[in-house]
Structure formats: C-alpha cells, structure tokens
C-alpha cells in the first residue's frame, strides 16, 4: 500500500474512533443503546423486536462485563435469519466470512463476557482496533433467530459478522452510524426506516436538566449524520423530521430551565487556599 493510501486508512479510522467516542456518550435512541468500553470497544444492546412503542429505559439495569482480554479465533459462517422472529422478509445480510482467505481478527473473548441482555435484545460487540486498521462486529449474546441452525453447533461467538459496511470500508468512506444502522437494520422487526431513531418517551422521563443536555447531545450527533452521511439514503429524510421534533423538546427544556431558574443560579466563588499554583 502506498503512503497515499495508508495516510486515508489513518485518517478513517481515527474519524471512526472519534465517531465511537460521541455514540458511547449518548442516550434515548429508540433501537439500541450504546456503552463505550474504552477507546476501541462499544457494546451494542439492540432491541429485537420494536414492541408497542419499545422503550430503553430498562436496559439501564443490564449488567456489563469490564474485564476482558485478548484472544485469537478462527472463521465462523453465520447464516439466514431465522423466520420465527425475524420474519422471511428480513434480508440475509449476516453471513459468512468475506473470503476464505480472511484472516479474522480476534476480540474481547466472549467466555469472559457475563453482560446478558434482556430477552427481547442481543447484545453485539463493535471495535475498530488499530492493530487491525478497520471495524469489525461480534455477537456478544445468543441470538439464535440470527444463526444458521446448520452451523449453530460449531458457532464461536469470537468471530466478526459479515456486513455489508464493514466489507465496504476499504472501498467506501464507511462511518460509524452505517455500521450501527445495518445491525439494527438485520436485527429489529419490523426493519426501522430509521435506525437512528430517537426515544422521545424516554427523553421525556429524564430530569430536567438531564433531558436538556440528552437531547442537545443527539441533536449534535444527528447534525453530523446529516452533514457526512449519504443523503440518498432513506434514513436522513426520517433523521431530518426526527430533528425537529427533538429541536422543539431541546429548546423546551431550556426554556423550562430558564423558569426555573435554574440557569441563572449564581456559582459559588471557590475558597482562595483553593487556588494553587502549579507554576
């Protein structure tokens, strides 16, 4: 590879690592909830099914593993959905590994993962490894309407997806939120027309202040979405009309702030003895 070409590589997957960071801050997406795990790891809690206005508010009390290792794998084949929960008509877009000759990377081994999401999620793995120089998805729950029952028996849960994204990055400026979008996509019944939704249920159940910060936070973050993302896609108009739903209830809230009084609280002056000089 030439200089060119690695200098793009770098420039990607930093940007895909800054994008990792700003997910794994957020709350009140209607489909997934998003836990940073260190600068190369996000664990994904993803809803299955989209149940009479599904909220996350519960996937608070998931209990996630912090401790985890190294470990190598070999090659998985995942197959069509199965139909009992996913229906015929999701697409069979978490298959196999993209060539024989792949040589997969390994993750955070799964025998050390106690996280268990609840019985209408799966939880999934998604890390941008430097070593590896690109993203790559791992199941990190049992999900077994997403496996091939032919290969069930000898399924590892250490191997990586095979999507669609992360097969484009090299050829494709792939970000994060596409990678998110196609795992939602495959995973949810029905199929989002935005996966990138937002829970305004849950944005409303938050304390005040709480709520005003969460929704400009995702409002920045769908801003970027729009400002890189592909604006043929489907999902933008909806990101866009979503948008101004989540403007009124973020500008609401400041003006519920300001009644308040909140907003206009004086801060205590700190003690002089506090000052230090480090000079």
């Given at each position: 590879?030439?200089?060119?070409?690695?200098?793009?590589?770098?420039?990607?997957?930093?940007?895909?690592?800054?994008?990792?960071?700003?997910?794994?801050?957020?709350?009140?997406?209607?489909?997934?909830?998003?836990?940073l795990?260190?600068?190369?790891?996000?664990?994904?809690?993803?809803?299955?099914?989209?149940?009479a206005?599904?909220?996350l508010?519960?996937?608070?009390?998931?209990?996630?593993?912090?401790?985890?290792?190294?470990?190598?794998?070999?090659?998985?084949t995942?197959?069509?959905?199965?139909?009992?929960?996913?229906l015929?008509?999701?697409?069979?877009?978490?298959?196999?590994?993209?060539?024989?000759?792949?040589?997969?990377?390994?993750?955070?081994?799964?025998?050390?993962?106690?996280?268990?999401p609840?019985?209408?999620?799966?939880?999934?793995?998604?890390?941008?490894?430097?070593?590896?120089?690109?993203?790559?998805?791992?199941?990190?729950?049992?999900?077994?309407?997403?496996?091939?029952?032919?290969?069930?028996?000898?399924?590892?849960?250490?191997?990586p997806?095979?999507?669609?994204?992360?097969?484009?990055?090299?050829?494709?400026?792939?970000?994060?939120?596409?990678?998110?979008?196609?795992?939602?996509?495959?995973?949810?019944?029905?199929?989002?027309?935005?996966?990138?939704s937002?829970?305004?249920?849950?944005?409303?159940?938050?304390p005040?202040?709480?709520?005003?910060?969460?929704?400009?936070?995702?409002?920045?973050?769908?801003r970027?979405?729009?400002?890189?993302?592909?604006?043929?896609?489907?999902?933008?108009?909806?990101?866009?009309e979503?948008?101004?739903?989540?403007?009124?209830?973020?500008?609401?809230?400041?003006?519920?702030?300001?009644?308040?009084?909140?907003?206009?609280?004086?801060?205590?002056?700190?003690?002089?003895?506090?000052?230090?000089s480090?000079?």
């Amino acid at each position: 590879m030439n200089a060119c070409g690695e200098e793009e590589d770098g420039r990607k997957l930093r940007q895909f690592l800054s994008d990792l960071a700003l997910l794994g801050s957020l709350q009140g997406f209607r489909y997934f909830q998003p836990r940073l795990r260190g600068r190369e790891e996000l664990l994904l809690i993803v809803v299955n099914e989209d149940v009479a206005c599904c909220s996350l508010q519960s996937l608070e009390s998931v209990s996630l593993s912090e401790s985890l290792t190294s470990s190598p794998s070999g090659a998985e084949t995942l197959g069509s959905p199965d139909s009992s929960l996913l229906l015929q008509e999701t697409p069979d877009r978490l298959s196999g590994p993209e060539a024989p000759e792949d040589i997969i990377p390994p993750a955070s081994p799964c025998e050390k993962e106690v996280a268990v999401p609840e019985e209408n999620c799966t939880l999934f793995l998604l890390a941008a490894y430097a070593k590896y120089g690109r993203p790559y998805v791992w199941l990190r729950s049992s999900p077994r309407h997403l496996l091939n029952r032919g290969h069930a028996g000898s399924l590892t849960e250490d191997v990586p997806l095979k999507l669609q994204a992360t097969g484009d990055w090299s050829r494709k400026d792939i970000r994060l939120w596409d990678v998110v979008s196609e795992v939602v996509t495959c995973c949810t019944w029905p199929p989002p027309l935005n996966p990138l939704s937002v829970d305004l249920n849950f944005l409303g159940s938050l304390p005040l202040a709480e709520r005003y910060l969460a929704s400009g936070a995702l409002l920045h973050f769908l801003r970027r979405v729009l400002l890189h993302g592909d604006h043929d896609a489907d999902p933008c108009k909806y990101i866009w009309e979503e948008m101004g739903h989540l403007t009124s209830v973020h500008f609401q809230g400041l003006r519920d702030l300001k009644r308040e009084n909140i907003l206009n609280t004086p801060v205590e002056p700190q003690e002089k003895d506090s000052h230090r000089s480090f000079s």
